[in-house]
Protein backbone atom coordinates (compact mmCIF):
# COMPACT_ATOMS: atom_id res chain seq x y z
CA UNK A 1 0.00 0.00 0.00
CA UNK A 2 1.25 3.23 -0.88
CA UNK A 3 1.69 5.53 1.40
CA UNK A 4 1.52 9.09 -0.61
CA UNK A 5 -1.27 9.90 -3.20
CA UNK A 6 -0.91 11.54 -5.93
CA UNK A 7 -3.17 13.47 -7.92
CA UNK A 8 -4.43 16.02 -10.52
CA UNK A 9 -2.68 14.67 -14.15
CA UNK A 10 -3.79 15.03 -17.42
CA UNK A 11 -3.34 16.30 -21.31
CA UNK A 12 -2.60 19.83 -21.25
CA UNK A 13 -1.69 21.93 -24.15
CA UNK A 14 1.52 23.97 -24.77
CA UNK A 15 1.50 27.03 -22.47
CA UNK A 16 -1.57 25.59 -20.03
CA UNK A 17 -1.62 24.84 -16.49
CA UNK A 18 -1.94 21.97 -13.69
CA UNK A 19 -1.82 21.53 -9.94
CA UNK A 20 -0.86 18.01 -8.67
CA UNK A 21 -1.88 16.67 -5.40
CA UNK A 22 0.13 14.43 -3.26
CA UNK A 23 -1.78 13.33 -0.17
CA UNK A 24 -0.63 11.22 2.61
CA UNK A 25 -2.91 8.00 3.27
CA UNK A 26 -4.16 7.32 5.89
CA UNK A 27 -1.61 7.12 9.24
CA UNK A 28 0.74 8.36 7.35
CA UNK A 29 2.61 11.73 7.95
CA UNK A 30 3.96 14.57 5.92
CA UNK A 31 5.62 16.51 8.82
CA UNK A 32 8.90 14.44 7.47
CA UNK A 33 12.01 17.21 7.21
CA UNK A 34 11.47 17.40 2.97
CA UNK A 35 8.54 16.29 0.66
CA UNK A 36 9.70 16.48 -2.99
CA UNK A 37 8.51 15.92 -6.63
CA UNK A 38 10.11 13.55 -8.67
CA UNK A 39 9.40 13.07 -12.67
CA UNK A 40 10.21 10.54 -14.76
CA UNK A 41 9.70 10.24 -18.74
CA UNK A 42 9.93 7.49 -21.35
CA UNK A 43 13.31 6.19 -21.59
CA UNK A 44 14.67 8.89 -18.87
CA UNK A 45 15.79 8.77 -15.35
CA UNK A 46 13.56 9.76 -12.53
CA UNK A 47 14.60 13.29 -11.51
CA UNK A 48 14.24 15.87 -9.51
CA UNK A 49 11.57 18.75 -9.70
CA UNK A 50 10.53 20.59 -6.84
CA UNK A 51 11.42 20.10 -2.87
CA UNK A 52 9.63 22.11 0.58
CA UNK A 53 11.27 21.41 3.61
CA UNK A 54 8.40 21.50 6.15
CA UNK A 55 10.08 23.31 9.25
CA UNK A 56 9.37 26.48 7.32
CA UNK A 57 7.68 25.45 3.93
CA UNK A 58 10.49 26.65 2.22
CA UNK A 59 10.90 25.55 -1.73
CA UNK A 60 13.42 24.84 -4.01
CA UNK A 61 13.37 24.03 -7.52
CA UNK A 62 15.51 22.81 -10.30
CA UNK A 63 16.58 24.70 -12.95
CA UNK A 64 14.28 23.60 -15.64
CA UNK A 65 10.73 24.36 -13.82
CA UNK A 66 12.36 27.46 -12.06
CA UNK A 67 9.95 30.50 -12.21
CA UNK A 68 7.21 28.31 -13.62
CA UNK A 69 6.05 25.76 -11.16
CA UNK A 70 5.53 26.39 -7.57
CA UNK A 71 5.12 23.95 -4.23
CA UNK A 72 3.12 24.56 -1.34
CA UNK A 73 2.19 22.09 1.77
CA UNK A 74 -1.39 22.76 3.42
CA UNK A 75 -0.88 21.20 6.51
CA UNK A 76 -4.22 21.01 7.66
CA UNK A 77 -5.20 18.87 4.74
CA UNK A 78 -1.91 16.90 5.16
CA UNK A 79 -1.15 17.49 0.88
CA UNK A 80 1.24 18.78 -0.41
CA UNK A 81 0.64 20.44 -4.05
CA UNK A 82 2.84 21.61 -7.12
CA UNK A 83 1.21 24.06 -9.12
CA UNK A 84 2.41 23.78 -13.07
CA UNK A 85 2.02 26.72 -15.37
CA UNK A 86 3.72 27.63 -18.59
CA UNK A 87 3.85 23.98 -19.32
CA UNK A 88 5.77 22.28 -22.16
CA UNK A 89 5.82 19.81 -24.02
CA UNK A 90 9.45 18.76 -22.62
CA UNK A 91 7.49 18.60 -19.19
CA UNK A 92 5.46 15.46 -20.21
CA UNK A 93 6.02 12.57 -17.50
CA UNK A 94 4.66 10.78 -14.57
CA UNK A 95 4.85 12.85 -11.43
CA UNK A 96 6.08 11.19 -8.40
CA UNK A 97 5.75 12.62 -4.65
CA UNK A 98 8.33 11.34 -1.80
CA UNK A 99 9.75 11.51 1.19
CA UNK A 100 11.60 10.14 3.85
CA UNK A 101 11.64 10.49 7.44
CA UNK A 102 15.67 10.13 7.44
CA UNK A 103 16.21 13.07 5.42
CA UNK A 104 17.51 16.50 6.90
CA UNK A 105 18.31 17.94 3.48
CA UNK A 106 16.39 18.61 -0.19
CA UNK A 107 17.79 16.12 -2.16
CA UNK A 108 17.31 15.14 -5.41
CA UNK A 109 18.58 11.92 -5.61
CA UNK A 110 15.42 9.35 -5.65
CA UNK A 111 17.60 6.77 -3.84
CA UNK A 112 17.57 8.21 -0.73
CA UNK A 113 13.40 8.68 -0.70
CA UNK A 114 12.13 5.56 0.59
CA UNK A 115 8.46 6.49 0.59
CA UNK A 116 6.21 7.18 -2.61
CA UNK A 117 3.59 7.61 -4.59
CA UNK A 118 2.38 5.56 -7.64
CA UNK A 119 2.36 8.54 -10.05
CA UNK A 120 0.36 10.44 -11.85
CA UNK A 121 0.74 10.83 -15.58
CA UNK A 122 0.85 14.63 -17.10
CA UNK A 123 0.94 14.85 -21.20
CA UNK A 124 1.36 18.35 -22.64
CA UNK A 125 0.86 17.98 -26.31
CA UNK A 126 -1.29 20.02 -28.95
Known amino acids: QEQLVESGGGLVQPGGSLRLSCAAA?????????IAWFRQAPGKEREGVSYIVTSDDSPYYEDSVKGRFTISRDKAKNTVYLQMNSLKSEDTAVYYCATDPRLRYASSDPSEYRYWGQGTQVTVSS
Open 26 to 34: SGFTLDYYV
